[in-house]
């Protein structure tokens, strides 16, 4: 509804995301008629690495996959890769950022395996995608905005580690964003009054760079939004969609300005960063210690139904608000705009 051409979604099984309440086969079945209304495509996620006891209902599951109108899977696991070739399906096939890859060579292999797409690694920097994009001749997929791993994306052991959640497999308990105790030669260095330790980093924004990715010809830009609130994923989708069709319409005249930045910043619930984009990242892009960033707004209400006659709204109040606050209105078919909340008239609903 907000302007993305495909959304990737984790099924039930062979997800990466099995923490998140993923979709059923129906559930997906529904989201596919839904995007086909907005022209756009639904991705299913099937990119964990195959233990021997994930082998059994693979096929069978790609076929339902296909069958009930999937665009493409995204894969991890070569053998995955293979059988989806095999199978002559219609699902394209895209090697997902779980398997880093970094450079061209690994991208022709993918090509060569008949792979449709690649989904890069967050860790490809502009000067390599540069060099990639000159050499490869198969659809590319780079990320441009979400939470980073603090390790190489998908090679971390720190959740199973710590709390025997495989990240491999869905489990990721985000251990990198706890709070520790940090030692030197034995020693406590950071004293109970200190900041807490930790190892997060800032989000990816690559909000000042649109305008060369799409001169550099790259197929897809990839929003993570896993587990993220309604209100997040429209104002990053439209923000990034707005962007990308005003450079299109007149790349010439296009003034980069803090526009999209700052309606990024919204609903950002971290501080931003460029992640690898002009190299590998500092100290500055690291959340070292206490996170305090906070939106600049609060999604306070999402308008479910609204009656032309009674002018009444029905709304599901997701913060607190009162009369006097400025209300900004954010629908997908108008301009945004805000008003000041003179008074309102509240109905319950009868139970
Ligand atoms: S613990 Fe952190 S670095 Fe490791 S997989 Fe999870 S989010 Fe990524």
Excluded at 103 to 127: H, K
Excluded at 184 to 195: A, V
Excluded at 264 to 277: E, P, S, T
Aim: aromatic fraction near 12%.
């Amino acid at each position: 509804m907000y302007g993305a051409d495909a959304v990737f979604v984790g099924g039930k099984e062979f997800s990466l995301r099995s923490q998140a309440s993923n979709f059923s086969l129906e559930d997906i079945q529904e989201g596919v008629r839904f995007a086909k209304q907005y022209g756009a495509h639904i991705h299913v996620t099937c990119n964990i690495i195959l233990h021997q006891d994930n082998l059994e209902g693979l096929k069978e599951y790609l076929k339902q996959l296909d069958e009930i109108g999937v665009t493409a899977i995204i894969v991890a696991d070569p053998y995955i890769m293979k059988i989806a070739k095999d199978m002559h399906l219609n699902l394209e096939v895209h090697v997902s950022t779980q398997l880093s890859t970094l450079n061209s060579r690994a991208i022709s292999f993918y090509q060569n395996m008949g792979m449709d797409r690649v989904v890069l690694g967050r860790e490809v920097t502009y000067e390599d995608l540069k060099m990639i994009m000159d050499k490869v001749d198969v659809d590319i997929e780079y990320f441009i905005h979400g939470a980073m791993c603090i390790h190489y994306s998908g090679r971390c052991m720190l959740s199973n580690y710590l709390s025997r959640r495989d990240a491999n497999r869905g489990g990721c308990s985000q251990s990198c964003r706890w709070y520790y105790d940090l030692y030197q030669d034995g020693i406590l260095i950071n004293q109970e009054n200190d900041m807490p330790f930790s190892m997060s980093s800032k989000d990816m924004a690559l909000v000042h760079h649109i305008g060369e990715l799409i001169e550099l010809g790259v197929d897809s830009f990839k929003i993570e939004g896993r587990m993220k609130s309604v209100h997040y994923i429209a104002t990053v989708v439209s923000t990034y969609r707005k962007l990308i069709d005003a450079y299109c319409e007149d790349p010439d005249y296009f003034m980069q300005n803090d526009y999209y930045e700052n309606e990024l910043l919204k609903a950002a619930n971290r501080a931003l960063c460029h992640g690898f984009f002009y190299d590998h990242p500092t100290e500055n892009e690291q959340l070292f210690n206490l996170r305090d960033e906070h939106p600049t707004q609060e999604f306070v209400m999402r308008i479910v139904d609204y009656d032309e006659e009674t002018h009444l709204a029905k709304i599901e109040q997701r913060n607190y608000f009162k009369i006097g606050d400025q209300i900004e209105v954010f629908l997908r078919i108008m301009k945004i705009f805000s008003l000041p909340l003179k008074n309102f008239i509240m109905k319950t609903r009868k139970r």
